[in-house]
């Protein structure tokens, strides 16, 4: 299985601001760097966590045929289309309460596209995660056990 963000926004609830203000960075000559690191940082929690923090496009590929998917980085919000890997056709399927998982009548290797939209207390409970492994990164960390403790954190919160 193959799991490709097609798009990624940084979230209204999670922004550049809220990074400086915690970094305690003033000035705008590295907004750019910065946006690029809070959105690396979103990610890197997302995955961890398997929650979404900030609206996604995802694309998921099965490696092999499937009746059952689950999905990653939830809640989903939409699931836009469920296609055969092989014929590109559309591939009828049936999705559970949540939309967590998707189910096929019968086996497919199939390609499933998929928006996510965050919920705002997964947003208050992860946001000082997402702004302290930013400010990491800005602020240069690249010593693995500093960046491993901060994740770890992370990790220690489910």
């Known amino acids: 299985m193959r799991l490709q963000r097609i798009s990624k926004t940084i979230s209204e609830k999670i922004t550049l601001e809220d ?15 910065l946006s690029s690191m809070l959105l690396s940082a979103i990610c890197k929690v997302e995955d961890i966590l398997n929650v979404s ?31 055969d890997a092989v014929t590109g056709e559309d591939v009828s399927y049936k999705e559970d309460c949540d939309k967590s998982q998707v189910f096929f009548s019968e086996p497919y290797d199939v390609v499933i596209e998929y928006t996510t939209e965050p919920l705002d207390i997964n947003i208050q409970i992860y946001k000082h995660n997402v702004l ?23 990790q220690n919160v489910l």
């Not at 996604?56 to 699931?79: H, S």
């Open 19 to 33: 990074v400086k203000t915690y970094a305690n960075i003033t000035g705008t000559s590295r907004d750019e760097e």
């Open 53 to 83: 923090l900030s609206p996604n496009t995802l694309r998921l590929i099965t490696e092999g045929a499937v009746t059952r998917q689950r999905l990653y980085l939830l809640p989903v919000k939409t699931i836009v289309s469920c296609k």
């Open 132 to 154: 302290e492994y930013c400010s990491a990164l800005f602020d240069g960390v690249a010593d693995n056990n500093v960046l491993g403790k901060i994740l770890s954190k992370i």
